[in-house]
């Protein structure tokens, strides 16, 4: 039989020794309280023997992790305990005649995850068929084949990763799917689903990228209904593009179905992190409905060639401009070997006056610059003051609506096939999938600053 202090491991020094005198083990379900008399209730989490010991970690009901500080703790009492098994287990995904094929590629991220009770961090490990021991529900939905191709956070996607996506997406598409979902960590999801837009063409099918904003083990977790609106959308929808399907209001009430140039991420913790920027949302997609916003897509056609074009040269950056920006940073850039600036400017899209030098030597060298802005709706004209008009005698070229990510993405993948300075620029605003539009949606713009009155008389009258 284990004692206190068998279960104790990871702790060490004043923390261990606070655990010991209550009598409290790891995984112990309990009652805390500090010496302003607060309570806290949750679970006693193992710890990294690399950390302080000076910390009791406790995991609360509402799924976040605290510490803490052992000279503030008064009592401890166990009401409960189990020793967690934070592995779930694989199973068979089982198979229908009746249900279409769907292939889940797992590249890492939030979807895919669990939580590392060492670190406190969530860390990609779950596989694939994992998540169909977590979510049993997609056997109604599909036949599911499950790959992970990768294990990263969504930081560490880059060009290595789109290239192997592309061409297994191809593959996949080749092999007669009905649909194709890619687990993806959040953070940048948005740029991924951009660059197999352009790297991927023509697609007979939908092409679904999914993650999800609180982790598998938090009781707020969107994962498995995201992943359920996801593989929906590949299994039955007919948007046959590269898209994003994330949580729609912060509630589980549907999911928004998103274009990939136009998708961005828009709040770091919100479940209903993922906006449409500059036009519509393709749709809305629940457990039984599927709602098209809009027609203007490429629908499903079981007959239609793919085209894969995976190419990547990442010798390009985004540079935000700032008030005061020194003519440095430029030149920098262009000495480092870079091939492309993308630039967020201000307004129209606006730079100081001081660094036009810096621009100007960076075309003259074959840097191929193009200009987006900073406030994301709206587009870069640059013709209507005579700072624009300036910098388009300088040669920077205005993106007009294209998003400043969408842009980084999609020079990276021009740059990958040529790097003839006219070619370039023709490439970068000839769009390909809707990366620039004629023009944004009436009500597409609509931000609710709470508080004002006819923001509260929107919401009274059309929130049920």
Known sequence: MSTVEDELKGYQGQARAKLSEWKVRVWSDVQLTNDAGSVFEGVILPRSGNFDDLHIVIKMKNGYNIGIHVDR???????????????????????????????????????ASRLDYRTGAVIPAFTPGELYGAVPELADICNLKTEKLFGVFSENMAREQYLILAEKIGQEIEAGVDGIVIGHGTDTMGHTAAVLSFMVQNSPIPIVTVGSQRSSDRPSSDAALNLIHAVRAAAYGDIAEVQICMFGPTSDRYGLIHRATRCRKMHSSYRSAFRTIGDTPLGVVSADRFEYLTDDYLPRDPKRQVKIDARYDDRVTILYYYPGMDPDLIDAIVEKGYRGIVIAGTGLGHVNKPIYPALAKAVAQGVHVVMTVQTLWGYAQMYVYDTGRDLLDLGVVPLDNMLPETAFMKLCWVLGHTDDHDQ???MMRDPVNHEITDREPHNGYLILQGGLPETEEYVSSHWK
Not at 80 to 104: C, H, M, N, R
């Open 424 to 426: 370039v620029l023709k």
């Open 73 to 111: 703790v008064t009592k401890i009492k166990e009401i409960g305990y189990k020793k967690a098994v934070y592995k779930i287990p694989e199973k068979e995904f089982p198979q229908s005649p009746d249900l279409p094929s769907v292939t889940l590629l797992g590249t890492g991220g939030t979807i």
